[in-house]
Nanobody
Framework: QVQLVESGGGLVQAGGSLRLSCAAS????????MGWYRQAPGKQRELVSS???????NYADSVKDRFTISRDNTNKMVYLQMNSLKPEDTAVYYC???????????????WGQGTQVTVSS
């Protein structure tokens, strides 16, 4: 079993910063791609940023130049540094990871429980 545990959400004023963290634990052979998604009330879940096992990153246009994704392969963690936050960034943020439990198994997709980010104007 694999678990993703998120932390770092909270309430900040517009222009402020938050750093989200996500730790993967359990029976893990390798962690492949990892990413952050968010979902605002009444909206569909959207990809915010992703990072491959090799460190290649991509970002939604709405967060480019403001958010930075990074990972720590030794500790099986992924981070999302969020700067210059805007009210429209308000959402529940979810960690996602593609995990292989053994060398011979295929990858499975796992999700964290979500952490609330609220940006006030």
């Amino acid at each position: 079993q694999v678990q993703l545990v998120e932390s770092g959400g909270g309430l900040v004023q517009a222009g402020g910063s938050l750093r989200l963290s996500c730790a993967a634990s359990g029976i893990i052979f390798s962690v492949n791609a990892m990413g952050w998604y968010r979902q605002a009330p009444g909206k569909q879940r959207e990809l915010v940023s992703s990072i491959t096992s090799g460190g290649a990153t991509n970002y939604a246009d709405s967060v480019k130049d403001r958010f930075t994704i990074s990972r720590d392969n030794t500790n099986k963690m992924v981070y999302l540094q969020m700067n210059s936050l805007k009210p429209e960034d308000t959402a529940v943020y979810y960690c996602n990871a593609e995990v292989r439990s053994t060398w011979f198994s295929g990858q499975s997709d796992y999700w964290g429980q979500g952490t609330q980010v609220t940006v006030s104007s």
